[in-house]
């Protein structure tokens, strides 16, 4: 498995910016899909974007389409998260994910490695 370590979470005003960065390590990051996960307040983990191994195909729940954005960087095993305009129903922990290259799905339980969340605030 790979493991997987966030950061760049924090307390934002309604309408400000953060960009999330997950560093993968252990096994080769390459041939995994990437995915980011929340976790509101009282509410079940939720799929926020996804993108696959080499970084042409991407996908955001309808929440964030629009706001946020995903990319890679597989020369040094990190993936981001570009989150803008934020609003204060963003408020949740954030969570990567790594899942096999070879599954498309967005439920959770299809992702095998997850790092420990990053926690984002937005005030408004």
């Known amino acids: 498995q790979v493991q997987l370590v966030e950061s760049g979470g924090g307390l934002v005003q309604a309408g400000g910016s953060l960009r999330l960065s997950c560093a993968a390590s252990?096994?080769?990051?390459?041939?995994?899909?990437m995915g980011w996960f929340r976790q509101p307040p009282g509410n079940e983990r939720e799929f926020v974007a996804r993108?696959?191994?080499?970084?042409?195909?991407?996908s955001y729940a309808d929440s964030v389409k629009g706001r946020f954005t995903i990319s890679r960087d597989n020369a040094k095993n990190t993936v981001y998260l570009q989150m803008n305009s934020l609003k204060p129903e963003d408020t949740a922990i954030y969570y990567c994910?790594?899942?096999?290259?070879?599954?498309?799905?967005?439920?959770?339980?299809?992702?095998?490695?997850w790092g420990q969340g990053t926690q984002v605030t937005v005030s408004s």
């Open positions: 994910a790594a899942q096999d290259y070879s599954r498309a799905s967005y439920d959770p339980i299809n992702f095998e490695s």
């Open positions: 252990g096994r080769t990051f390459r041939p995994y899909n």
């Open positions: 993108i696959n191994w080499s970084g042409g195909s991407t």
